[in-house]
T-cell receptor, first 113, second 117 residues
Framework: KAGVTQTPRYLIKTRGQQVTLSCSPI?????VSWYQQTPGQGLQFLFE???????NKGNFPGRFSGRQFSNSRSEMNVSTLELGDSALYLC????????????FGPGTRLTVL | AQTVTQSQPEMSVQEAETVTLSCTYD???????LFWYKQPPSRQMILVIRQEAYKQQNATENRFSVNFQKAAKSFSLKISDSQLGDAAMYFC??????????????FGKGTHLIIQP
């Protein structure tokens, strides 16, 4: 079974621009979660989608948004980029229950200049 | 809000020895799950072991085992017979059972494990 894929793997943007990151979950997985990893704040939960519905969102500004498509693929969007948005963005997919293992993708490294 | 604390930023162990990584958490919930994840230099997060809070028996996965002390809110990871491939960042994580999987993982800051050959 193919793992979680994320595209692109690396991205360089400038302040004020917007960016869209993509995540393709493992086949059959209906839940996709997004996390931001930075040296200062560590790993922080962004949001979780299940069957095209956002079920939960972490403590991030409205500039961070996402969506999930009918095939469970998910995108996250960051508008009006700030320097502090530079991070590794990780996507994880699972079957959806609390105990179900979250399988992580390799991440997208976003650099904001 | 739940918090997860890993008090050891870095640990070093000789190959083939045993090492224990510490984790404490704070929660008022009774239904939750605890995890240890490994993140090697490739940045790929890998689940090492998981524990349901309602289970008294400590989880074990081959060379990896946990010491789950619910009253003390402690969840340490023991790695036996350390191997060079175990070198990585290890993250302790908490997940609430309240919302059937909607809650994300709350991670600790991580422990960098170094394996000395």
């Amino acid at each position: 079974k193919a793992g979680v894929t994320q595209t692109p793997r690396y991205l360089i943007k400038t302040r004020g621009q917007q960016v869209t990151l993509s995540c393709s979950p493992i086949s059959g997985h209906r839940s996709v979660s997004w996390y931001q990893q930075t040296p200062g704040q560590g790993l922080q939960f962004l949001f979780e989608y299940f069957s095209e519905t956002q079920r939960n969102k972490g403590n991030f500004p409205g500039r961070f948004s996402g969506r999930q498509f009918s095939n469970s693929r998910s995108e996250m969007n960051v508008s009006t980029l700030e320097l502090g948005d530079s991070a590794l963005y990780l996507c994880a997919s699972s079957l959806g229950g609390t105990y179900n293992e979250q399988f992580f993708g390799p991440g997208t490294r976003l650099t904001v200049l | 809000a739940q918090t997860v604390t890993q008090s050891q930023p870095e640990m070093s162990v000789q190959e083939a020895e045993t090492v224990t990584l510490s984790c404490t958490y704070d929660t008022s919930e009774s239904d939750y799950y605890l995890f240890w994840y490994k993140q090697p230099p490739s940045r790929q997060m890998i689940l090492v072991i998981r524990q349901e809070a309602y289970k008294q028996q400590n989880a074990t996965e081959n060379r990896f085992s946990v010491n789950f002390q619910k009253a003390a809110k402690s969840f340490s990871l023991k790695i036996s017979d350390s191997q060079l491939g175990d070198a990585a960042m290890y993250f302790c994580a908490y997940r609430s059972g309240r919302r059937g999987g909607a809650d994300g993982l709350t991670f600790g800051k991580g422990t960098h494990l170094i394996i000395q050959p």
